[in-house]
T-cell receptor, first 116, second 113 residues
Framework: AQKVTQAQTEISVVEKEDVTLDCVYE???????LFWYKQPPSGELVFLIR??????QNEISGRYSWNFQKSTSSFNFTITASQVVDSAVYFC?????????????FGTGTKLQVIP | DVKVTQSSRYLVKRTGEKVFLECVQD?????MFWYRQDPGLGLRLIYF???????EKGDIPEGYSVSREKKERFSLILESASTNQTSMYLC????????????FGSGTQLSVL
């Protein structure tokens, strides 16, 4: 069975502060993929990033960066210089197809509020 | 632009009713998923399908069934709705077998009275 844990339920930061969202996962598969999705107040989840289990390089995209550490089974997400538009619920997810088909498990989400 | 469409944004049903939630994708995706989203519980997988007429149970399939007669359409069925099935239901789809990203619909907020 696979599991994703996002221990932070809600985080509030003041605009321009940096914030890190934590994600810890469990899986017995050796090949898997990790994702982050953003759910703005409008409700529709939007894809942010996908990483496979063999690629531990950190990634940066503008103000967003991701830190993948296999040794600690973590895939953390940092927003630098946060903005009000970053306010949303962020979900970490784990995907594998050990049974021959894709199964995706989500964490419980972290609600981020950026205060102007 | 790619699209996953859920037939209703809001739905109100009575206990014991049979409820159909419809989801259609226009991307020729093999995989389709139904999740429910509840506060504090995140997204929980109900059922998924990796091909026409194929279905697999997710983590919380009890009280639900699904149907996938055509590749683009994946229906979630509540055989006899109960109040504990009041929730936001999200449909998603993805391409292929290489763990591609999911595309989501806007969700259906179902209230069972």
């Amino acid at each position: 069975a696979q599991k994703v844990t996002q221990a932070q339920t809600e985080i509030s930061v003041v605009e321009k502060e940096d914030v890190t969202l934590d994600c810890v996962y469990e899986t017995r598969d050796t090949t898997y993929y990790l994702f982050w999705y953003k759910q703005p107040p409008s409700g529709e989840l939007v894809f942010l990033i996908r990483r496979n289990s063999f690629d531990e390089q950190n990634e940066i995209s503008g103000r967003y960066s991701w830190n993948f550490q296999k040794s600690t089974s973590s895939f953390n997400f940092t927003i630098t210089a946060s903005q009000v538009v970053d306010s949303a619920v962020y979900f970490c997810a784990l995907s594998s197809n050990s049974g021959g088909y894709q199964k995706v498990t989500f964490g419980t989400g972290t609600k981020l509020q950026v205060i102007p | 632009d790619v699209k996953v469409t859920q037939s209703s944004r809001y739905l109100v049903k009575r206990t014991g009713e049979k409820v159909f939630l419809e989801c259609v994708q226009d991307m020729d995706h093999e995989n389709m998923f139904w999740y429910r989203q509840d506060p504090g519980l995140g997204l929980r997988l109900i059922y998924f399908s990796y091909d026409v007429k194929m279905k697999e149970k997710g983590d919380i399939p009890e009280g639900y069934s699904v149907s996938r007669e055509k590749k683009e359409r994946f229906s979630l069925i509540l055989e006899s709705a109960s109040t504990n099935q009041t929730s936001m239901y999200l449909c998603a789809s993805s391409w292929g077998t290489d763990n591609e990203k999911l595309f989501f619909g806007s969700g259906t907020q179902l209230s069972v009275l």
